[in-house]
Nanobody
Framework: QVHLVESGGGLVQAGGSLRLSCAAS????????MGWFRQAPGKEREFVAA???????LYADSVKGRFTVSRDNAKNTVYLQMNSLKPEDTAVYYC??????????????????WGQGTQVTVSS
């Protein structure tokens, strides 16, 4: 059974930083693209970032230059370093996994595994 467990969320002031972690189990980690999505109150879930192996990364335009996705394949963990946080970054952040990074990027495939989410709140 696949489990994705996020951690690292919290409350931070605008301009601050947070690092989210997602520990994966029950899957062959190196064969999966890993990603992050977020959902703000009253809004649809949206793509944030994704990484395949260590060679390809994708970012939403809204976070380019501020967020960095990375992974430690030895620890089966993916990270999201978030810098220069803005109040509009406030959302529940979800970790996701799929063998295909393009399907993961779209976020609709039934093959995607999802974590339970971690709250990030950025105060102004």
């Amino acid at each position: 059974q696949v489990h994705l467990v996020e951690s690292g969320g919290g409350l931070v002031q605008a301009g601050g930083s947070l690092r989210l972690s997602c520990a994966a189990s029950g899957l062959t980690f190196t064969t999966y693209a890993m990603g992050w999505f977020r959902q703000a109150p009253g809004k649809e879930r949206e793509f944030v970032a994704a990484i395949r192996w260590t060679d390809i990364t994708l970012y939403a335009d809204s976070v380019k230059g501020r967020f960095t996705v990375s992974r430690d394949n030895a620890k089966n963990t993916v990270y999201l370093q978030m810098n220069s946080l803005k109040p509009e970054d406030t959302a529940v952040y979800y970790c996701a996994a799929d063998p295909n990074i393009l399907k993961l990027r779209i976020g609709k495939a039934s093959t995607i595994y999802w974590g339970q989410g971690t709250q990030v709140t950025v105060s102004s």
